[in-house]
């Protein structure tokens, strides 16, 4: 993406399961809130759950939910408490196009992985988050990756994801200048149990590594 379409790094505070952490995130000033409606994470919550907790969002900031691989009528059932669809299997490119939302296409930043290739072939993706790979684990693994395979200049709006906390951020932001951040594991102090202190202070971090 062009450099005058950067602005500053957007958050997203992805694997909110309960209220108070919705609540926490939004007033600490996440722009995106995420909900994995992927069964198989700890962090899962069905549609039902989606509904309640995503009432709470205000306006303005981004409802996130994330599908491993799920039927497009799944999708279709969730999308209505959803502003964007985050895609973190191995979903095609023709795959993503069954909602009617806005969407981002999630990569695992495996070796050989073509990322101006995947962001010519998922033309329509708003963006591409770039994970750490670890097999068998389609993500949240809290690992890093080496931030410096991505390319400077890539179609897409980056938002970078895997193993970041607040010790990290500001490092990851000056090394590779993400549109977005994405974080899970790095503001929990439980598995799916988010942690106030922890979210503010990534929070405080991504603000700081963009002054001047
Ligand atoms: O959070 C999960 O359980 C999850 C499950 C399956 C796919 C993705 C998942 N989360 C996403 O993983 C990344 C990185 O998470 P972390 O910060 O390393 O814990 C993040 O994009 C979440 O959106």
């Known amino acids: 993406m062009t450099e005058h379409m950067r602005g500053r790094t957007r958050v997203k505070i ?13 007033a600490a000033g996440a722009d995106a809130i995420g909900f994995v409606l ?32 799920q ?32 969407w981002i296409k999630a990569l695992r930043m495996r070796d050989g992985v073509d990322l101006a290739a995947a962001a010519q072939a998922y033309g329509e ?9 670890k097999p068998g684990v389609p993500g949240g693994t809290g690992e890093t990756f ?10 897409k709006p980056v938002i970078l994801a895997g193993g970041l906390t607040a010790s990290n951020v500001g490092d990851a932001i000056r090394t590779v200048q993400p549109f977005a951040v994405d ?24 603000s700081l590594a963009q002054q001047p």
């Open 14 to 26: 992805c694997g909110l399961t309960r209220e108070e952490d919705v609540d926490t995130a939004v």
């Open 38 to 69: 992927w069964p198989g994470s700890h962090r899962a919550i069905d549609a039902g759950r989606l509904a309640h907790l995503a009432a709470r969002v205000p306006a303005f900031v981004t409802r996130v939910g994330l599908f491993v691989d």
């Open 71 to 102: 039927s497009p009528e799944f999708v279709r059932r969730c999308e209505s408490y959803l502003d964007l669809i985050q895609y973190h299997g191995d979903e095609p490119p023709e795959a993503c196009a069954h909602t009617l939302r806005p």
């Open 125 to 133: 993706a708003r963006g591409l988050l770039l994970d750490a790979y």
């Open 146 to 155: 080496d931030w410096s395979r991505i390319p400077a200049n890539l179609a």
């Open 183 to 206: 974080v899970s594991g790095g503001v929990e102090h439980a598995r799916g149990v988010k942690d106030p202190e922890l979210i503010r202070a990534f929070i405080r971090q991504v």
